[in-house]
């Protein structure tokens, strides 16, 4: 019966993911304006990874709030945290990771912008990309419960199943109250066997 209990949740946790991306068309839907213009990067279709989406939903909040922008691929754009977010939370991952690339370039010492530039490689399925952003923000950072949870993913996409409990065990301990947390760890150790 758990196993029901935390495949209901991951689902949930999904399917909030999807209805929170899809907010700002919806809301232009019903206001009947026109559709924003077509986005740089062709979305291509994305295999479900129930861990996966779990994970990116229970990770930290975006780096500073921001509105959701279309850019067409004419316009030339600055990279700006808000602007990645922006690209982030419209879907518009390729255009994001370029974005974040930039910023981390600028900034190689800011683990949250390290950190969301993981997490954009997750959302595009570059697990190796991902863990290493993740390593980093392990390594030299404080110990900080999100960072363990997103490198975890990034090696269970890489299929190190150990490697990602360890690293959730430790995100648990460093933050008990994060239920998902303990749920994916049951989850990947019922998977393993």
Do not use: C
Request: hydrophobic fraction near 45%.
């Amino acid at each position: 019966m758990f196993i029901w209990e935390i495949l209901l949740i991951i689902s949930l946790a999904g399917i909030i993911i999807i209805l929170v991306r899809r907010l700002p068309l919806a809301i232009n839907q019903v206001r009947n304006e026109p559709h924003p213009p077509p986005l740089v990067a062709v979305e291509r279709p994305r295999q479900k990874n129930k861990v996966a989406d779990s994970l990116v939903a229970a990770s930290e909040p975006p780096v500073s709030p921001s509105i959701s922008i279309a850019v067409t691929p004419k316009q030339k754009e600055t990279a700006t945290i808000e602007s990645a977010e922006a690209a982030y939370k419209i879907g518009d991952f390729e255009r994001a990771v370029l974005m974040y690339e930039e910023l981390v370039r600028g900034q190689a010492d800011d683990l949250k912008l390290r950190n969301r530039l993981g997490l954009t490689y997750l959302e595009l399925e570059r697990f190796n990309e991902a863990r290493d952003q993740f390593r980093v923000a392990v390594k030299e950072g404080t110990d900080v419960a999100s960072h363990h949870a997103n490198l975890a993913m990034a090696e269970y996409g890489l299929g190190h199943h150990l490697t990602a409990i360890r690293h959730l065990k430790r995100a648990i301990a460093l933050n008990p109250e994060i239920k998902n947390y303990q749920n994916l760890l049951a989850t990947i150790e019922e998977e393993r066997g």
